[in-house]
């Protein structure tokens, strides 16, 4: 915890070129960049998640025909970069001024062999763990934008994580709570 | 002070009379109203009552009625293509200046500037631009003149400074002499007599955004000394 950071640029509402122009709402596309390396299958696979969650709170119809961009750049990974990642959609959604309809947060959980969660795992114990789940959840009443696992576990245990998860998004929307209000206090 | 996302419930001091507006950062879901953007609330009690959120942006999205700033981009025949920093150019026709006839046409050249206000900014059309109020009068819109500096800030410093009797304006107007236009879509232009007392202007300008008002007079103190 600490040490993962991403670094996010959002554009928009800008003009959309006319084979990617949506008539009735914004397009969103997001880029996502490794540190190291070219993008490849895994980015491409975080980019379509995040971009699904974004559009979910995006209120895209105020926008029509216009292009949205979010470019996030990996500056350090050790480890929740997925969440990581939706956390800085979110705040460079927020400090944009784009309408959105509810804030989100990502929390990762990371299932142990014996069974004990732990949420926003370092690489080690991600590596170590049986299931690793990353959910976005949304600022009016918890509810999940998005969920995605890697390895194998049971519903009640999806469940446990899941209770987890909502109680930890509550610190991080405090989070972005005092990072605002700070920024408006100038 | 609100996160996004969340029921606000009115304090009871706001009597809900009549009518309320609903600015910007606020639309109407079902019964209520659901907070869009991130800010300050503020209230303003004359007439019906309206709510807005104070946000800060950089992003212009063109709005009726608003002044601003535009770049000429092309002629294309009877209208003039102006960049205005939205998503998409708006459009201006060579009709809409202060005693323009078929005649007697404009004298616009591409890369020139231009102040004026949106006649039709909706999300559904091509934003439209005139330099003419309702009365035909052109009260100060148009071409903007030669020389002087056009730069781009953040639309909060924009409507502070379009506040009736800003500080920032009348500490400057204490210093030299200057033109000044500011547009809604975050554009300054500034002229002064010499080219060093025009970019001190943009210096002091870009850097109010983040000065304090102590900051900002110990600043203009030391100018002032020189």
């Known amino acids: 915890p600490g040490d993962t950071s991403v670094l996010a640029g959002l554009y928009g509402p800008a003009e959309a070129k006319v084979s990617k122009e949506l008539p009735d709402r914004a397009a969103l596309e997001v880029l996502l960049r490794p540190k190291v ?10 980019e379509q998640l995040l971009r699904q969650t974004c559009e979910a709170v ?65 690489a080690r114990q991600e590596q170590e763990a049986r299931a690793i789940l990353t959910f976005a959840i949304a600022s009016s009443e918890r509810k999940v934008l998005m969920a995605t696992t890697k390895g194998s576990c049971s519903v009640e245990e999806m469940q446990q994580c899941l209770a987890a998860a ?19 206090s100038k | 002070e609100d996160a996004e996302g969340e029921r606000l419930r009115l304090s009871a001091g706001a009597a809900p009379q009549g009518r309320l507006l609903c600015g910007p950062g606020l639309r109407r879901s079902g019964a209520g109203l659901l907070v869009t953007t991130c800010g300050l609330l503020r209230h303003r009690p004359g007439g019906g ?36 920093g939205g998503s998409e150019p708006a459009s201006l026709s060579y009709l809409a200046f202060e005693g323009a006839t078929k005649r007697n046409r404009p004298n ?31 009260s100060g819109m148009g071409i903007i003149g030669q020389d002087g500096f056009l730069f781009k800030v953040s639309l909060g410093l924009i409507r502070k400074l379009l506040a009736p009797k800003c ?60």
């Open chain 2, 49 to 84: 009552g309206a709510f807005w959120v104070d946000s800060q942006q950089k992003r212009y999205v063109p709005v009726k009625g608003d002044h601003v700033i535009g770049i000429v981009t092309a002629k294309a025949g009877d209208v003039f293509r102006l960049d205005v």
């Open chain 1, 37 to 46: 390396g070219l993008p490849g299958v895994l980015e491409r696979s975080r």
């Open chain 1, 166 to 184: 909502q109680r930890a998004a509550t610190t991080i929307f405090q989070f972005y709570r005092n990072s605002v209000r700070r920024r408006y």
């Open chain 1, 58 to 122: 995006v209120l895209g119809v105020l926008h029509p025909r216009t292009a949205i961009s979010l470019v996030l750049q990996v500056l350090s990974d050790a480890g929740s970069l997925l969440s990581c990642c939706l956390n800085a959609a979110c705040m460079a959604l927020l400090d944009a001024g784009l309408p959105l309809t509810a804030l989100f947060c990502g929390v990762t959980c990371a299932l142990q062999p014996d069974g004990t969660i732990l949420l926003d795992p370092t």
């Open chain 2, 167 to 226: 500080e920032i304006i009348q500490e400057l107007s204490q210093l030299y002499p200057f033109e000044l236009v500011i547009g809604m879509n975050g554009r300054i232009w500034v002229k002064a007599k010499t080219v060093q007392q025009t970019l001190i202007i943009v210096n002091i300008l870009e850097a109010c955004e983040y000065m304090t008002a102590e900051q900002r007079k110990q600043a203009l103190a030391k100018l002032s000394g020189n």
């Open chain 2, 108 to 138: 616009v050249q591409v890369g020139d500037l231009i102040y004026g206000q949106f006649v039709v900014a909706n999300k559904d059309m091509e934003p439209e631009m005139v330099c003419i109020d309702s009365s035909g009068k052109s």
